[in-house]
C-alpha cells in the first residue's frame, strides 16, 4: 500500500507563502508523476500543479507565476512551493502521485493514482 503524506500548510496572511511537501512510501517509481490538487468549500477539486519525469510540468492558470512544483527523488517527496498567496487559494491541498504506467491526463495523475489525506491552507486579507 502506497501512502502519502501532506504537510506544510498552515494559516496565512495574504502575500505570504508557503511550502507544501508529499512524502511518498516505497519506490521513487510510485511518483513518476505527481501533483497537486485543492478542493475549496462548496466547489470541484481542481488541478494545481503537475511534474512528470523529471523536468515536465503543467500549472494551472490561476497559480502561474506564483507557485512551483518540484520533486526530490532521494527523499520521495513532493514540494509545492506557493508564494504571493491570495484569500482565493484557502482550500484542502491534495497531493497524488502514480506510476509511469498510470501517468496522463491533465495533471498527470489520474483518480486511479495514489492520493494523500490533505493539508489545509488558508489565506486571510
Known amino acids: 500500500q502506497v501512502q502519502l503524506v501532506e504537510s506544510g500548510g498552515g494559516a496565512v496572511q495574504s502575500g505570504g507563502s508557503l511550502r507544501l511537501s508529499c512524502a511518498v512510501s516505497?519506490?521513487?517509481?510510485?511518483?513518476?508523476?505527481a501533483a497537486w490538487f485543492r478542493q475549496a468549500p462548496g466547489k470541484e477539486r481542481e488541478g494545481v500543479a503537475g511534474v512528470s519525469g523529471v523536468v515536465t510540468t503543467k500549472y494551472a492558470d490561476s497559480v502561474k507565476g506564483r507557485f512551483t512544483i518540484s520533486r526530490d527523488n532521494a527523499k520521495n517527496t513532493v514540494y509545492l512551493q506557493m508564494n504571493n498567496l491570495k484569500p482565493e487559494d484557502t482550500a484542502m491541498y491534495y497531493c497524488?502521485?502514480?506510476?509511469?504506467?498510470?501517468?496522463?491526463?491533465?495533471?498527470?495523475?489520474?483518480?486511479?493514482?495514489?492520493w494523500g489525506q490533505g493539508t489545509q491552507v488558508t489565506v486571510s486579507s
Open positions: 497524488a502521485a502514480a506510476p509511469r504506467y498510470l501517468c496522463g491526463g491533465d495533471y498527470y495523475v489520474p483518480r486511479s493514482g495514489y
Open positions: 516505497g519506490s521513487t517509481s510510485n511518483m513518476y508523476c
